[in-house]
């Protein structure tokens, strides 16, 4: 059986119409799937913005995936923090509960330190921030509580390192 592994993929583009629906297509065309995507200006005075990706697949796919996204002509560098060292990542959630298990929902978020935005109306909404298995752990432990709807805003991905990108 193939070793498929979840990857998180940082894509440096110029901030420029179409980009992001050139490398978007470059997945959709090959029939990779894309389970998460964040873009965002890095640099307002150098026009470049960074897209996370989070894909699944073998290493062999990964590495096709890395060396056609290095070809589009907008892209600067690509890092896999699959393989990279040093990186961390985070996401951020928006969750909603009923409000009828208000107290039980409160004193069950504390150990995530999911904080409480919304507990005056017939429902409670957290925000969490941390990595993705922490965010999935919280939704885990919310959903018997009554979770109503979740929203996540993709990875976000950096390296501890002061030299790379």
Excluded: C
Aim: hydrophobic share 45%; proline share 3%; net charge neutral.
């Amino acid at each position: 059986m193939a070793d498929i592994k979840r990857h998180i993929l940082t894509v440096q583009v110029d901030n420029e119409a179409g980009v992001l629906a050139r490398v978007v297509g470059l997945f959709s065309a090959r029939g990779y799937n894309i389970e998460s995507l964040t873009v965002a200006e890095t640099d307002a005075a150098q026009h470049t913005s960074r897209i996370t990706i989070v894909t699944s697949g073998t290493p062999a796919v990964v590495e096709q995936i890395e060396a056609q996204l290095r070809r589009l002509v907008p892209v600067h560098g690509v890092v896999n923090w699959t393989s990279a060292k040093g990186g961390i990542e985070r996401e951020m959630a928006l969750v909603k509960l009923d409000g009828g298990k208000r107290d039980a929902a409160l004193k069950a978020a504390e150990p995530f330190k999911a904080r409480a935005l919304e507990t005056g109306g017939k429902t409670l909404v957290f925000e969490i921030m941390d990595a993705p298995g922490q965010i999935d752990a919280f939704i885990a432990a919310m959903r018997p509580l009554g979770l109503l709807d979740v929203s996540r805003t993709g990875v976000a991905a950096i390296s501890r390192d002061a030299d790379a990108v």
